[in-house]
C-alpha cells in the first residue's frame, strides 16, 4: 500500500539554520503531498501543499518541492526561528474510493534554540 | 470563524468506562474523520463520514463508533474503554479532494 517516510527527530538547530527535513514516498497513482505542522496543544495544520510534479509548495519560508523521479517532497527553510519548533507531518492524499485517504508519516519534531 | 471544535479537551476514564468525544465543524464540509495519534506514530484513521447519515470503517475501527445525524456533528463513541485506547483523538473535515482542516484534539487517558 501506499505509505510516507519520514526521517527520524528530533531535529534540533539554531534559531537562523538552515533547515531540511526529508520525506519520501510510495504509491501507485499521482497523489496530492502535504506538509502538516503541529504546535505544542494544537492540531495539525496545513502548511503547504503541491498536487502534481514539480509543484513548489510554500508558506511561512517553508517550501516544498514535488519531485516525482526521487519520489520525494523535502521540507525546507532558509532560516528557522524559536516560533518554528513543531512537529512536522508529510502526508500524502489520495482518493480511495469514497472519501479522501490522507497517509501520514511519523511525524518529525524541531526544536530551535536562541 | 470556529473551524473544526472538539471536546472535550481532555479526559481520563476507568477501563469498562464509556464516552463520546463530540466533533463540530462550521465550514459546512461533507467529509469528516477521526484519527488518533500514539506517541511517535503518525495519525491512524479510525472511521470516516461523506456525508450525513453515512459513515464507514478506516484502518483502526475496533473498539469505536461514529454516527453522522447532520453535516455539523460527528461524534465518536467509546462503549467499553480500554487501556490501549489511550491515545490522542482529533477530528477533521473537508470538502472533496482539497486538504483536512483537523481540531485541537482530545487527550484521552484510560485507566
Known amino acids: 500500500g501506499d505509505s510516507v517516510t519520514q526521517m527520524e527527530g528530533p531535529v534540533t538547530l539554531s534559531e537562523e539554520a538552515f533547515l531540511t527535513i526529508n520525506c519520501t514516498y510510495t504509491?501507485?497513482?499521482?497523489?496530492?503531498l502535504f506538509w502538516y505542522v503541529q504546535y505544542p496543544g494544537e492540531g495539525l495544520q496545513l502548511l503547504l501543499k503541491a498536487t502534481k510534479a514539480d509543484d513548489k509548495g510554500s508558506n511561512k519560508g517553508f517550501e516544498a518541492t514535488y519531485r516525482k523521479e526521487t519520489t520525494s517532497f523535502h521540507l525546507e527553510k532558509g532560516s528557522v526561528q524559536v516560533s518554528d519548533s513543531a512537529v512536522y507531518f508529510c502526508?500524502?492524499?489520495?482518493?480511495?474510493?469514497?472519501?479522501?485517504?490522507?497517509?501520514f508519516g511519523a511525524g518529525t519534531r524541531l526544536a530551535v534554540h536562541p | 470563524n470556529a473551524g473544526v471544535t472538539q471536546t472535550p479537551k481532555f479526559r481520563i476514564l476507568k477501563i469498562g468506562q464509556s464516552m463520546t468525544l463530540q466533533c463540530t465543524q462550521d465550514m459546512n464540509h461533507n467529509y469528516m474523520y477521526w484519527y488518533r495519534q500514539d506517541p511517535g506514530m503518525g495519525l491512524k484513521l479510525i472511521y470516516y463520514s461523506v456525508g450525513a447519515g453515512i459513515t464507514d470503517k478506516g484502518e483502526v475501527p475496533n473498539g469505536y463508533n461514529v454516527s453522522r445525524s447532520t453535516t455539523e456533528d460527528f461524534p465518536l463513541r467509546l462503549e467499553l474503554a480500554a487501556p490501549s485506547q489511550t491515545s490522542v483523538y482529533f477530528c477533521?473535515?473537508?470538502?472533496?479532494?482539497?486538504?483536512?482542516?483537523f481540531g485541537d484534539g482530545t487527550r484521552l487517558s484510560i485507566l
Open positions: 477533521a473535515s473537508s470538502t472533496w479532494n482539497q486538504p483536512q482542516h
Open positions: 502526508a500524502l492524499n489520495e482518493w480511495a474510493g469514497g472519501y479522501n485517504k490522507l497517509i
Open positions: 504509491a501507485t497513482g499521482y497523489p496530492s
